[in-house]
């Protein structure tokens, strides 16, 4: 039987999950936390963390460094308390965690928690796929920009491959996961000009590709507006292909603007965060793999809980800290990111965590 919404199963020491949430400056409410979970990764995509970029040693967290197991439970517990109930996990690739499926199990039974996802390049999928299953995972977003083999090496900096992906697709069908979400980062000149082929390719399979304006997360990958695709742009040529009507959003903050094909093969997204920016009702606060506090993408400040958490500070002191930096949060970098100084160092996306 399925936890109802916002479930009020009670167990013994663990606190109600909450009806108000805490509310930042623009009255936007907590709700999802995205957990970066482990800060390494098998590929180099371009956009996130450039082959040319990093490096050497010394570039990922190392292991005392990461938030153990425990430490994670407690904190999403907490974070329960102040309004969250929808968790995606993420990294680097989050299915490189040691003990990921065990640490999958014990967020999935954390009263309050009714939304659980996982964001993944899917190559490992079919290692994991039936376990993560059964540990109570419940929705899986691939993220693959290309299903050409060139280009997909030319996007991974030589790393993986779209077959390796496309495989982990099937094994997740394979373990009951339907409706994946699709996340596919569009560069102009690079894999544009594969859109329709990309989508031709899952229309009519239940999954969901959402196209991605390329954007200035970090400072390594050498974002530059003009390889940017505006959603609008390729929303026409799609609906030239195949025609679309434009869909409600599914929960309040949603991030894709959703369409569905008028044949009934499915919908298609667009995540605009360049052109039509969604900062009004953005309800994300990220954590990364050691414990530091984002309250936007695009930030380079954050707070650090690890110290909380390793310091024997109580549930409520740490409730306290985190309800005060999402009360003085007032983020909303995508709607000024023409009137803000792009050169200040803002976090890279594999720590982040997208
Ligand atoms: S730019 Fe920041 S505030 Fe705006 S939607 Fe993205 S994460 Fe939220």
Redesign the pocket.
């Known amino acids: 039987m399925s936890k109802p919404k916002h479930s009020k199963v009670i167990r013994p020491g663990f606190p109600l999950p909450v009806s108000d949430p805490v509310q930042d400056r623009f009255a ?1 409410p907590l709700r999802d936390l995205r957990l970066s979970v482990i800060d390494r990764c098998n590929l180099r995509c371009d956009y996130c963390m450039p082959a040319d970029s990093l490096q050497g040693r010394g570039i990922f967290l190392p292991k005392p460094e990461l938030l153990s197991d425990d430490e994670l439970v407690r904190l999403v517990r907490v974070f329960v308390r102040l309004g969250v109930h929808k968790l995606r996990l993420t990294g680097g690739e989050p299915l490189l965690r040691p003990g990921f499926t065990d640490l999958v199990a014990r967020l999935a039974a954390l009263p309050g928690i009714d939304d659980l996802a996982l964001t993944t390049n899917g190559i490992l999928l079919p290692r994991h796929a039936r376990a993560l299953k059964a540990a109570g995972l419940g929705r899986i977003t691939v993220s693959l920009d290309s299903i050409d083999a060139a280009t997909f090496l030319r996007m991974s900096g030589g790393k993986g491959s779209a077959a390796e992906v496309l495989a982990g697709i099937k094994a997740a069908e394979a373990a009951g996961f339907d409706q994946l979400k699709i996340n596919t980062v569009v560069q102009r000149g690079v894999n544009d000009n594969e859109i329709e082929s990309l989508i031709g390719f899952f229309r009519g399979t239940g999954h969901i590709v959402r196209l991605i304006e390329f954007m200035d997360v970090g400072s390594l990958n050498h974002w530059d507006r003009t390889q940017v695709v505006a959603s609008a742009d390729l929303l026409k040529r799609i609906h030239d292909c195949w025609p679309l009507r434009p869909l409600p959003s599914k929960v309040h903050g949603e ?1 894709a603007r959703r369409y569905a094909f008028e044949d009934g093969e499915g919908e298609v997204g667009f995540i605009s ?1 360049i052109t039509q ?6 309800t ?1 606060a ?1 954590v990364t793999a050691d414990g530091n506090l984002y ?5 380079h400040r954050g707070a650090a809980l690890r110290p909380l958490l390793r310091q024997r500070s109580t549930d409520d002191a740490l409730e306290a800290f985190l309800r005060g930096q999402w009360q003085a949060r007032e ?5 000024l ?1 023409s009137s803000i100084d792009g050169d200040s160092q803002r976090v890279e996306m594999f720590r982040m965590g997208g």
């Open positions: 936007r991030t965060s920016p969604f900062c009004g009702d953005c994300r990220r309250s936007c993408l695009f930030a983020d909303r970098y995508s709607e990111r």
